[in-house]
Every structure is written in structure tokens, then in C-alpha cells.
């Protein structure tokens, strides 16, 4: 008799972008999936998101006469880790990109298109994220949601993946499962899928892989407690930079919404407290966190102007904020100073210089390059913002199938993780993370992760 209450031929645990990705992708493969989520609605880390991610080749970027393609974006990849990534992973999702954007838009309907605000920038050498305008990540996990439901996958919610079991050969044959309550149950499975995100909300955990972020407010998903990659590691799986994460400087406060990266790109600057700049704002958007959070009080001020708030006004962020009348607002740079309690006298120099160098098309004393920005000129925006902890980029070591590898290098046959319960392609630290690589993993490598695990389906 077997040991399990009922069996599946493949188990996801997690129902963020990953999970929904593995779980379309089985099906598509002929094998209908059991989903478990640990709350009790569709969300995670990507319904926090900004719902973009890259794709390199796409049908959308080829419509907007962009030259890009796999090696180009794995090029981009191992560029910005500074050659410190996996350089199989990397393959794996260069390769993978453009091909899972067509499936999900043409097989799912999930109407993503090239984001023509995010110009190539951050280490992104084209213009390559996509997005589903006008619409937040929220809106688009429900909308895999509704996928899931259109194409008959059960989730289960309030279910948490608390346990794996393995047979003497390392094969997974089953799950425990902790209802909302208390109950556990053991599903068998021929493969299982860890898409439970990353461990951002486990402070243990945060504290011990990159203590540096012990001063970082939190701003991810607080299902994310690290439960894919301390299970995995106990069965004995390798773990991979697990000091990786994306910070974010530009978290409102007190609203606690991300001001969108297009406003930077756009032209906006940041400065302190006291009204000085700090950083070349075009470089790191996930690194910048440090140099902000070194200033005084670890905060700062995101200075555009009516022109960038228009051409950046339908990302809901930005609309968001608006809505709330969260941004001062001034004709003027003394204006705007008084406003927000900064020297005029700074404020005045940060942007007459920048205004200065950006005439002439140069390059300013942080090293950013002023020939296509332009920089605010009035009239002026402010927003307050601080540094946060986003989410973690390290975890389980996975091959380019996505399959689980153990400390050894081998593979277990039936276990696959990917987004961020997976080692993703941002190297060791803070440094390393392209823009919208959280999503590209969690999607690319949930597909991979959802093919591969039909494959073994025994029924
Ligand atoms: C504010 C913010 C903005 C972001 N913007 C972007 C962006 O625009 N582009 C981008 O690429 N990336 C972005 N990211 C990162 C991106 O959201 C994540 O990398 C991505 O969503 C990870 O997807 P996932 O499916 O792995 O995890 P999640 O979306 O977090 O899904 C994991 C799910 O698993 C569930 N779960 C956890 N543990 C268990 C368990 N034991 N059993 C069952 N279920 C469990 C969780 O509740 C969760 O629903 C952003 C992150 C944040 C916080």
C-alpha cells in the first residue's frame, strides 16, 4: 500500500510567476499538474513586481526594428556579473527568453509586449523588457492564474510544501503538504517543482548569507521564507550565491512604492538630504541601494520634471503616486528646496551642473553620460525615497534543464527549482542583477522546469 494520501504525476509548490509558467507548461506537455500556494491568494513576489521581464528576439522587439538576440543577452548576462555566473544557467535563459514570451502570448494569451519606456540601459545593451503596459505584476500573476484555471489546473491554496521525501536512489517520490489547518498530507509525485521564490522574508537567513542588508527595510513577499532551499539543502543539494540579491533606492516613503526606473532613464537625478548628488544614477539600479543608503540618514531625493513625469505617468507606479499626490512640485529649484528641506544653494549646483555637462553632451563628475538624457529642467518633481531589500538572487544549484544539482554535481532526476528558490545569474552580490532578471528566471526556468517534469510522468 503506498505511504501517500493521493498521487500526482507533478507537484509545483509555489504559485508566483515560476509556478504558473511550470504549470502551463506541463499541461501543454500533456500532463496536468497539482499546484500548492502557501497563502491563500495569487500574489508573491511577482505580484509585487513591476511584471517585466527580458527577452531577447522577440516578435514585439523585432517590430520596434530592435537587433537583439540570444547571444547578445547572454553576453549582457556574464558582462554584468562580471563574468562571476553560471555560465549554463545564463545559456539556459538567453536561449530560452523570446521562445517562452511567443508560447506565453501566443498559447496563454498573456499579452506581453516590448516596453519601449526601458530604453537599453543597466547593462541591458538593447532595449529587451517587455511588459504588459499600462498593468502591474499583481494583474499579471492573476491573469496566469486565470490560465491556470482556463486550462483545469487545481492550486491548491493554503498549502505549504513542508517536506520532501526521497527513495534510496535520490529520486523524489512524494511531498508532505501542512494545510491551513495543521493538517499534513503526503502527495506522491513522479517530479517536483520548487517555485516557492526566495528567502528575503527569513531575516536569519538574510542576516547570515549578506549581512550587509541587516539595515535594509524589507520590500518583498513575506511568503518568501527560504523553505525550497533549506528543504532542498537538507536532501543535500548545492546552493549558489546565496549572498545575490537586488536592491532597490528608490522606495518611496512613506508611500512604500517603487518610483519605476524610466524616471531615471528618463533624465532624473537623485540627491541626498542635503541636496548634493552621490552617484552616476544611469550605472547599477540594484547596487545603487549602498551609495544611498551611505548618505545621511540613508535617504535621498529623485529630482525630475513635468516633461519625464509625462512621458513616465501610465506606469502605475509613477500613477500610483500621482494619484497620491506623493511628488512635491515647484516652478523652481528654490522652490522645490524649500519643499523638501534641502540648500537651495546645493540643489541649484547638482542640477546646473547636470544641465550644464548634458548641453554639451559630455559626462559628469560620477561618471555619468549625459549625450541622449536629458536632465530635469523644470517644472520640478520630488519624490522621497530609501534603500530596500527586493529579493534574494542566490539558492538552489539547478543545470540549464533547471534540475536540482547535488553538492557532487549530479542531478536529481525528478527535482527542478527555478526563479527565486533557484541560483539565478546576478554573481556573488548586490552588484550583479540586470534589470527584470527576476522575472526571467522565475518564467524561463518555470517553463524549462514544467517541460522537463512531464517528461517523467509515468501515467
Ligand atoms: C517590489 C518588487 C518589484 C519587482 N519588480 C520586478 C520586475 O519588474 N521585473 C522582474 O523581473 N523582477 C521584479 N522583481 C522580482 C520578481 O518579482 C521575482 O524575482 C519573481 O517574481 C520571482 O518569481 P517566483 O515565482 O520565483 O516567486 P514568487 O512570485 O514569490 O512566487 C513564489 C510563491 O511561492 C509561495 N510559497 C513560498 N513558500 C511556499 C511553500 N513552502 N509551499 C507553497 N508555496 C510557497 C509564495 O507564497 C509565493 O506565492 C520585483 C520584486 C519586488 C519585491
Request: glycine fraction near 14%.
Amino acid at each position: 500500500m503506498s505511504d501517500f494520501d493521493f498521487t500526482v504525476p507533478v507537484l509545483i509548490a509555489g504559485a508566483g510567476a515560476c509556478g504558473a509558467a511550470a504549470a502551463l507548461a506541463a499541461v501543454d506537455a500533456g500532463v496536468m499538474p497539482l499546484v500548492i500556494e502557501r497563502e491563500d491568494r495569487a500574489g508573491g513576489s511577482t505580484g509585487m513586481s513591476q511584471g517585466l521581464f527580458c527577452a531577447a528576439g522577440s516578435q514585439s522587439q523585432r517590430d520596434h526594428g530592435i537587433e537583439d538576440d540570444a547571444d547578445i543577452f547572454f553576453a549582457d548576462i556574464m558582462a554584468k556579473a562580471r563574468g562571476q555566473t553560471d555560465p549554463v544557467i545564463a545559456r539556459a535563459l538567453a536561449d530560452n527568453s523570446a521562445s517562452t514570451l511567443e508560447w506565453l502570448r501566443e498559447s496563454h494569451d498573456l499579452p506581453w509586449e516590448l516596453d519601449t519606456r526601458f530604453r537599453a540601459s543597466y547593462g541591458n545593451s538593447r532595449q529587451r523588457i517587455h511588459g504588459w503596459p499600462g498593468h502591474s505584476g499583481l494583474e499579471m500573476v492573476q491573469l496566469f492564474h486565470r490560465r491556470m484555471d482556463d486550462a483545469g489546473i487545481d492550486v491548491l491554496m493554503e498549502t505549504k510544501l513542508v517536506d520532501i521525501f526521497v527513495d534510496d536512489d535520490g529520486r523524489v517520490t512524494g511531498a508532505a503538504l501542512e494545510r491551513v489547518d495543521g493538517a499534513i498530507e503526503k502527495v506522491g509525485c513522479d517530479a517536483l517543482i520548487l517555485a516557492c521564490g526566495g528567502f528575503g522574508a527569513n531575516r536569519a537567513m538574510t542576516d547570515h548569507y549578506m549581512p550587509e542588508t541587516k539595515a535594509l527595510r524589507y520590500n518583498g513577499h513575506e511568503g518568501s521564507h527560504g523553505e525550497a532551499i533549506f528543504i532542498g539543502e537538507r536532501l543535500g543539494a548545492a546552493l549558489g550565491d546565496m549572498g545575490s540579491y537586488q536592491g532597490y533606492a528608490m522606495l518611496t516613503d512613506p508611500q512604500g512604492i517603487s518610483v519605476p526606473p524610466p524616471v531615471l532613464i528618463e533624465g532624473g537625478v537623485i540627491v541626498n538630504r542635503l541636496g548634493d548628488r552621490f552617484t552616476d544614477e544611469s550605472d547599477d539600479i540594484a547596487g545603487m541601494v549602498h551609495p544611498l543608503s551611505g548618505q545621511p540618514e540613508g535617504m535621498g531625493w529623485v529630482i525630475y520634471d513635468a516633461e519625464i513625469e509625462g512621458r513616465c505617468k501610465d506606469i502605475p507606479e509613477l500613477a500610483q503616486l500621482m494619484e497620491l499626490n506623493a511628488q512635491k512640485a515647484s516652478d523652481s529649484l528654490d522652490g522645490l528646496a524649500a519643499l523638501i528641506g534641502v540648500d537651495p544653494v546645493k540643489l541649484v549646483a547638482a542640477l546646473f551642473d547636470v544641465q550644464q555637462v548634458a548641453a554639451k553632451g559630455g559626462t559628469d563628475g560620477f561618471g555619468r553620460v549625459w549625450t541622449n538624457d536629458r536632465p530635469p529642467q523644470g517644472p520640478y518633481r520630488a519624490l522621497k525615497v530609501t534603500g530596500a531589500l527586493y529579493h534574494t538572487q542566490g539558492g538552489l544549484q539547478i543545470d540549464g534543464q533547471a534540475r536540482v544539482l547535488r553538492s557532487d554535481g549530479t542531478a536529481f532526476p525528478n527535482l527542478f527549482a527555478g526563479g527565486g528558490s533557484a541560483r539565478s545569474v546576478s554573481g556573488p552580490s548586490s552588484w550583479g542583477y540586470l534589470p527584470a532578471m527576476g522575472l526571467t528566471t522565475a518564467i524561463v526556468l518555470g517553463r524549462l522546469a514544467g517541460q522537463a517534469a512531464a517528461s517523467l510522468s509515468t501515467n
